[in-house]
């Protein structure tokens, strides 16, 4: 399982469908995961804020806490048909499965580690410097535009098994 963190959230041109970009911590290799709107949204908001409003993904930790467990992380664990599955992990060895787009808005929220099976990255992730070839330093908005000529080529077909 490799460490992830937020890139980018961006909308997929073709199919308007949201997409959340997921870089290795200790790495250079990406990987785009499509989401459902809401959950988007959710993503979109960033870490929950001691003052915010509470929305829905905001509920499961203090569900969990009032259970006496705790809520670790998110990871993505199978690519299978072109379709991500998901976990949450919980305390004791617990895990649960969840829609992937459901268990990132969560681990955003709750500003949980993210994971991603090793399988899956050395199948379909994407080199950051090949997406991005002026690199970090690139300022946000070249950045973008170098993403988003990557993603109007990429369709969650493209994650089905060949």
Known sequence: MRAMRVLRLVVHTRTREPV???GEIDGDRCLPVFLRRP???VIAVGPRGDRDQPLTQDLIGPIVAGLGRRLEGAEITELRDGTFSAELVFDQGTRIAALPSDALAVAVRD?????VADEILDEVGQSIAELFPAGGAAPPDQQL?????????VSPEDFRDR
């Open 39 to 41: 959950q988007a949204e």
């Open 20 to 22: 959340l970009l997921l």
């Open 145 to 153: 535009r170098e993403f988003r000529e990557f993603i109007e080529d």
């Open 111 to 115: 500003q949980l580690p993210i994971g």
